[in-house]
């Protein structure tokens, strides 16, 4: 693999006794969509910032295509930035907002000028060139703030939660217009979100921070049906989270005993001791409910609580043994068919595989 | 029922204050235009004749003169003075900051018959007194206050993020300077002027201590209340509420307005 | 917002020392030199530099100075406590009576005397006030009068209340407009009688902006020497007359610093003793 | 005031309108007299006398522009010079008794008695004047006098009433005795009233002290303390009956006006107060000041003087005497400066009625002052 274009090693940044980013070590590939993704006061931005120069790191080292920036000023850096309040300059209209950084560059007024069109027609919003930035609408914003960034031509585009003052349908609709952007012009894409469902549908990998920490790096599928711990665990999706103790490793998998009773998950790559602490987790989607005892290694008893639906995909709540909550997730049209209401005691099952062991406890 | 006659009584009461605080105002305009010297009921006639005088009088342009002066050069000191503070509050936290504001907050709680007093005595102490600018000196410490709170007000009203956006977009911070955070304050820049200038132009009590033989429009009247008490104070008063209230209404519209707007 | 450079470069300190050098220079150093000037001596109409207290004792032994004193922080007293009193129920009419738009007209219109000039309106309420002036002759038509109001302590406080009642009608308005009118609406439901309201909820709610209020007001009449002069013909001279008779008599400079900083000195002490009273939580009762 | 007659000059020059327009009507203050240069000469002097009625003419004859500074009583403009750098002054008008400090503080300049018509004074005390000689050297130019005593209303108090310092106590004036803002001539009064005579200024401890007490027994009569356009305007509109520390410096102004208004000097006697020139220390325009003292001293000059819109002076010099009677024969008649009236300012000096007002003896100006302060507390 080529040279990261961009290489965190060990930043740590504090502002007086808080420790806003712990110890960091990332690289960031030419081309990539990563996304930064925990909920706030994790870091995120602060990493965000960082790579823009608006922070100084602490403590560490931060390179962009091999050249050390910590001290580089943020205006002398290419690292445009997408900010969460768009940041819009409310004087000036949206071309004049899209020339903005050409003209701090000393680009000349008419080749700025064609640039910024060009941009803005890229973005579809051409017609309100001349309009006063105030006048536009949220999606329109949003689209002077990306071509204001656009324009620099940069090899990085920084983008700070862009979507979230934005309603669903328009979200959806941008990370359409955001991932086809990326793809086009094949430059690399880092954006903050506390959004499991835009970080999950953009990203080529997600890093996901807990107060100042990486807690995992990976695909969205990786984070997704294997959680490194429990913390990624209950941040993502609908994980049923088991925990007991390491009892007999037979060659099927690993046995582990917990107050629901003994069940078996799939054998990690490095074996824990007979005895030990270990939690696992299942997702949601991958729960089979059946209303008999099925045969299956893992299963458990449990009462439906309340359901819940998005569209057309139900989680179901479950009480089991111990009054641990178990959810399951499935369509809509499936459930349908199993007539349960509250209070219906049903069968909970999984596969060994799909039982995931988590590195904490 | 008993609402009904409150709410007459607070009008009458309301219409009485304000009764009694245009008075003067209104009585000057009418005496201003009146022949008689001491005027009473019933007036005496319709005349110009004080107008006329102060038109003839070489002495109040040279105080009009002076006063537009001094005004204008307060407001232009007082005004980057403000600015530069507002924006430190707003940029920058740092170690003695209270007492940094209270360094330029405090001179107007302090009567201006003691700093005249102060500023007098020191100013000749350093040999900057009986100046034309040994009034615009003193001004501008005692209008910067003004124009801190208006321009701070504006800066409040910014989004934090549009001053780092510049740089961002490879503005040095002094790009941003002069192509963001300017642009941003410039209504409440225009009012800090406007009202710098008002105040500037009205002062007396500092204006005639340091002024020596300078003389500004309120120090022309407070000569003429102090000598020769007659009804062209009514009409150089005129003239001075006019020229204000120029000030303060460009001031309002063009800050209160876009305040509103903002808002709404 | 965060800072993005912590040390000092030329940037920051363009923006923080002008200020700094422009205050020390053209603020402390005159208040500073005041306070030096008040040990300086006198010696046939020359001021010289020295360190004696005879200027201090000399004032601070002699009755008139306390006499005027007392008589300055009790006509200030009294003007504000006039000022805020009659300016009250006005305040309360355009806070929760009148419309916004009302209510934005009338401050608009009380911003106005501000930008005229004080010594215009006190010579106007001169005219105005004389035995022979127009107010006496508008009474004389109903037969009444001619009643004494010039050189009186009457003028004068007419005089602060010209420089002051604009302003307190301002921030009381002000301070009652943004209090909450459901927790006056609820206080009403809940049996409260209008005054007992007034009492219990506005007042408390507006406490700070009134304080303010009250404060600036005395701060005004407290260091005018307009009003006491040309309205109160002098009468019992207020400091800021003393401050000006002595100035005014054989280069007594040092005298009037005297005056100056025992003013300011009591200003100060009243101003944080308000600001503290003004932003102090109510006891208990929230957090 | 009369309109002013405006023969000031701007400062900037309108040669082309000039050379265009040649006779362009000057009315309108942009367009004002144009003149190439304008020397301006910094006066500091009592309320009016740097007024266009007093040194218009001299003005435009010798194309310079006065600017002044005005003062009230002689401890106020020792402060004013104090706080001036040297050298800001070029003219001062004192009162006469002033001179003596202000030539002790180096701020005038040596004058040379040649210049000036001292052989035609109307009354020797004029030529030696005390204070403005040291030994044979003259420091400051007399330029004319006025008296004063009781002034009153004359609707509210008799010319009998008036003739003693008593009449200040008539019930009746309750509230309504005034006083001019200066300890000086309203503490002289009361000393004169206590029958110091002559020694008016030169009080024994126990003297002031009587002096003090009497002034007291007058503090409920007194309606306020006024400066010059408050003395002007409270007399005028009837707000005070009568007003101590002034003559017909102010009464004479408004009786030109019509009110009525009067000032005597009673007979406990009177208080003098003289103006006199003085050329500042390193006056760069000693020259032109100089020409000015010797214009005002001329007839004509003695003539504005008496006819002075602020308030009037009686003449020093003969002449002045004599021309004023032959132009203005009213104001003459008004202000008794014929010779054999009863109340000829002469005359009243000859008869030792009048005393020259002068500062403490005994005490210092400071213990007088802090009295006023006092006296004004009660």
């Known amino acids: 693999m080529s040279e990261p274009l961009v290489t965190f090693r060990n930043v740590e940044k504090r502002f007086d006794d808080f420790v806003a980013v712990r110890d960091m070590s990332l690289d960031i590939h030419e081309g990539e969509f990563l996304a930064i993704m925990g909920s706030s006061g994790c870091g995120k931005t602060t990493t965000l910032r960082m790579l823009a120069g608006l922070e100084a790191p602490t403590s560490g080292e931060i390179r962009i295509g091999g050249r050390l920036m910590n001290d580089v000023k943020p205006h002398e850096r290419d690292t445009p930035l997408v900010w969460q309040s768009l940041a819009l300059f409310p004087f000036l209209t949206a071309r004049e907002n899209v020339e903005f950084g050409l003209k701090m560059r000393g680009m000349a007024a008419a080749e700025r000028k064609r640039r910024a069109l060009d941009w803005l027609e890229r973005m579809q919003i051409e017609a309100f060139a001349e309009r006063n930035v105030a006048t536009l609408s949220g999606g329109q914003k949003q689209r002077v703030a990306l071509a204001r960034s656009l324009v620099m031509e940069p090899r990085m585009l920084l983008l700070d939660e862009p979507l979230s003052a934005l309603d669903a349908n328009l979200v959806i609709r941008m990370q359409g217009v955001l991932t086809r952007l990326q793809r086009e012009l094949g430059i690399t894409f880092v954006y903050v979100t506390h959004s499991q469902s835009e970080a999950f549908a953009m990203a080529d990998r997600v890093v996901i921070m807990s107060q100042g920490d990486i807690a995992q790096i990976g695909s969205p599928k990786d984070i997704y049906r294997a959680p490194a711990n429990r913390f990624v665990a209950e941040f993502v999706g609908r994980n049923n989270i088991l925990s007991g103790t390491v009892g007999e490793t037979g060659g099927n998998g690993l046995h582990i005993d917990t107050p629901q009773g003994r069940f078996v998950a799939h054998m990690p790559e490095t074996v824990p001791a007979q005895g030990a602490e270990v939690s696992f987790t299942v997702s949601a989607d991958l729960v089979t409910l059946s209303l008999t005892e099925p045969e299956a290694v893992n299963k458990v008893q449990a009462t439906l609580i309340s359901e819940e639906f998005i569209g057309s995909v139900v989680t179901l709540f479950f009480e089991g043994a111990d009054r641990l909550e178990f959810k399951v997730q499935m369509q809509e049209r499936a459930l349908l068919e199993l007539d349960l209401e509250p209070g219906s005691a049903v069968w909970l099952s999984w596969e060994a595989e799909n039982a995931n062991i988590l590195e904490d406890n | 029922m008993m609402g009904r006659g409150l709410n007459i009584f607070l009008g009458l009461y309301v219409g009485l204050i304000f009764a009694f605080v245009f008075a003067p105002i209104l009585f000057s305009l009418v005496f201003s235009l009146n022949s008689q010297r001491f005027p009473t009921i019933p007036l005496g006639e319709f005349t110009l004749e004080w107008y006329v005088q102060i038109w003839n009088d070489e002495d109040v342009w040279q105080a009009v003169r002076n006063s537009v002066i001094v005004s204008s050069s307060t407001a232009v000191l007082a005004t980057f003075l403000g600015f530069c503070t507002a924006y430190s509050d707003f940029r920058y936290n740092f170690r003695f900051k209270g007492p940094y504001l209270a360094l330029i907050l405090l001179p107007p709680t302090i009567p201006l018959i003691i700093m005249a007093l102060a500023m007098l005595a020191w100013l000749s102490r350093i040999g900057l007194s009986g100046q034309l600018w040994s009034i615009i000196l003193a001004h501008?410490?005692?209008?910067?206050?003004?124009?801190?709170?208006?321009?701070?007000?504006?800066?409040?009203?910014?989004?934090?993020?549009?001053?780092?956006?510049?740089?961002?977009?490879?503005?040095?911070?002094?790009?941003?300077?002069?192509?963001?955070i300017v642009p941003f304050c410039a209504p409440a820049i225009v009012s800090a002027l406007c009202l710098t200038a008002a105040i500037s132009f009205d002062e007396f009590a500092v204006s005639w201590f340091v002024s020596g033989l300078n003389k500004t429009v309120p120090i022309v009247i407070l000569e003429i209340v102090q000598g020769n008490i007659d009804p062209t104070v009514n009409a150089i008063g005129t003239f001075v509420f006019l020229t204000s209230m120029t000030l303060v209404i460009l001031a309002q519209v063009i800050f209160i307005g876009r305040q509103i707007k903002s808002h709404s | 917002m965060n800072i993005v450079n912590r040390r000092l470069d030329l940037y920051a300190l363009t923006w923080r020392l002008p200020i700094i050098l422009w205050q020390l220079v053209f603020f402390v150093g005159p208040v500073v030199f005041m306070v030096a000037m008040s040990f300086f001596v006198v010696r046939n109409y020359r001021m010289m530099e020295a360190f004696e207290f005879a200027n201090w004792e000399r004032m601070l032994t002699r009755g008139f100075f306390w006499d005027s004193y007392w008589y300055t922080l009790f006509v200030a007293s009294l003007s504000a406590t006039i000022a805020m009193c009659v300016a009250f129920p006005a305040a309360w009419a355009l806070a929760f009576r009148a419309s916004e738009s009302v209510r934005r007209w009338a401050i608009f219109l009380l911003v106005i005397p501000f930008f005229t000039s004080y010594l215009v309106r006190t010579f106007s309420w001169y005219v105005i006030l004389a035995e022979s002036g127009v107010l006496n002759a508008m009474l004389g038509y109903i037969?009444?009068?001619?009643?004494?109001?010039?050189?009186?302590?009457?003028?004068?406080?007419?005089?602060?209340?010209?420089?002051?009642?604009?302003?307190?009608?301002?921030?009381?308005?002000?301070?009652?407009?943004?209090?909450?009118?459901?927790?006056?609406?609820?206080?009403?439901?809940?049996?409260?009688?209008?005054?007992?309201?007034?009492?219990?909820?506005?007042?408390?709610?507006?406490?700070?902006?009134?304080?303010?209020?009250?404060?600036?007001?005395?701060?005004?009449?407290?260091?005018?020497?307009?009003?006491?002069?040309?309205?109160?013909?002098?009468?019992?001279?207020?400091?800021?007359?003393?401050?000006?008779?002595?100035?005014?008599?054989?280069?007594?400079?040092?005298?009037a610093a005297v005056v100056a900083i025992m003013m300011m000195l009591t200003l100060f002490t009243i101003a944080f003793t308000a600001i503290a009273l003004a932003y102090r939580k109510p006891k208990g009762a929230r957090a | 005031m009369a309109i002013k007659d405006k023969t000031t000059i701007k400062h900037y020059v309108r040669r082309d309108v000039l050379r265009l327009g040649g006779g362009v009507a000057l009315s309108a203050p942009f367009v004002g007299r144009a003149w190439a240069q304008t020397t301006e000469i910094n006066m500091l002097a009592w309320y009016g006398h740097g007024e266009p009625d007093m040194v218009g003419a001299f003005e435009e004859a010798n194309n310079v522009k006065f600017v002044p500074k005005y003062y009230a009583g002689g401890d106020n403009m020792l402060a004013l010079i104090a706080q001036s750098p040297p050298g800001t002054y070029d003219i001062i008008l004192s009162d006469g008794e002033f001179v003596q400090q202000l030539n002790a503080a180096g701020y005038i300049e040596e004058l040379d008695a040649n210049d000036y018509p001292f052989d035609d004074m109307l009354h020797e005390d004029f030529t030696k004047f005390p204070g403005?000689?040291?030994?044979?050297?003259?420091?400051?130019?007399?330029?004319?006098?006025?008296?004063?005593?009781?002034?009153?209303?004359?609707?509210?108090?008799?010319?009998?009433?008036?003739?003693?310092?008593?009449?200040?106590?008539?019930?009746?004036?309750?509230?309504?005795?005034?006083?001019?803002?200066?300890?000086?001539?309203?503490?002289?009064?009361?000393?004169?009233?206590n029958g110091n005579g002559a020694g008016l200024w030169d009080l024994t401890d126990d003297q002031w002290q009587a002096v003090q007490d009497v002034t007291m027994t007058l503090r409920p009569q007194v309606g306020g303390f006024f400066d010059y356009g408050g003395t002007f305007n409270s007399l005028k509109n009837g707000e005070m009956l009568a007003m101590c520390g002034i003559g017909d410096w102010i009464t004479g102004v408004l009786e030109r006006d019509g009110a009525p208004v009067a000032s005597v000097i009673p007979k406990e006697g009177g208080i003098q107060f003289t103006e006199s020139y003085c050329i500042g220390k390193n006056s760069s325009k000693a020259d032109l000041v100089k020409s000015f003292i010797q214009y005002m001293m001329s007839p004509e000059g003695q003539v504005k003087s008496a006819q002075m819109l602020a308030y009037p002076g009686f003449c020093v010099t003969k002449a002045g005497r004599a021309l004023l009677q032959e132009v203005d024969p009213a104001e003459a008649k008004r202000s008794h400066q014929m010779d054999g009236m009863p109340n000829d300012p002469i005359a009243l000096i000859n008869e030792g009625r009048i005393h020259y007002r002068d500062i403490p003896k005994q005490q210092t100006l400071e213990d007088w002052n802090d009295f006023w302060s006092e006296y004004k507390n009660a």
Not at chain 3, 192 to 217: D, E, H, N, Q
Not at chain 4, 168 to 181: Q, R, T
């Open chain 2, 140 to 180: 501008s410490v005692l209008t910067a206050p003004f124009a801190m709170a208006l321009i701070r007000l504006r800066l409040h009203q910014m989004d934090p993020d549009l001053e780092a956006a510049a740089w961002n977009l490879g503005g040095s911070e002094w790009q941003a300077m002069r192509h963001v």
């Open chain 4, 132 to 193: 403005h000689w040291e030994g044979d050297t003259l420091y400051s130019m007399i330029l004319r006098g006025g008296h004063l005593g009781v002034s009153y209303n004359t609707t509210a108090m008799s010319a009998e009433e008036a003739a003693s310092y008593e009449g200040f106590w008539k019930p009746e004036l309750a509230g309504k005795v005034g006083h001019f803002d200066w300890h000086l001539p309203s503490l002289g009064m009361m000393s004169l009233k």
């Open chain 3, 143 to 255: 037969g009444l009068g001619p009643f004494r109001m010039l050189n009186t302590h009457f003028g004068t406080i007419v005089g602060y209340l010209t420089l002051t009642l604009p302003l307190v009608v301002i921030l009381q308005t002000v301070s009652m407009a943004n209090i909450d009118k459901t927790l006056v609406e609820a206080a009403r439901n809940l049996g409260c009688k209008p005054l007992a309201t007034i009492w219990r909820v506005v007042l408390p709610l507006s406490k700070t902006g009134f304080i303010v209020a009250a404060l600036f007001c005395f701060i005004l009449a407290f260091g005018d020497f307009v009003a006491p002069f040309y309205l109160g013909g002098s009468q019992e001279p207020t400091l800021p007359i003393l401050i000006l008779d002595t100035t005014k008599s054989g280069q007594q400079w040092p005298r």
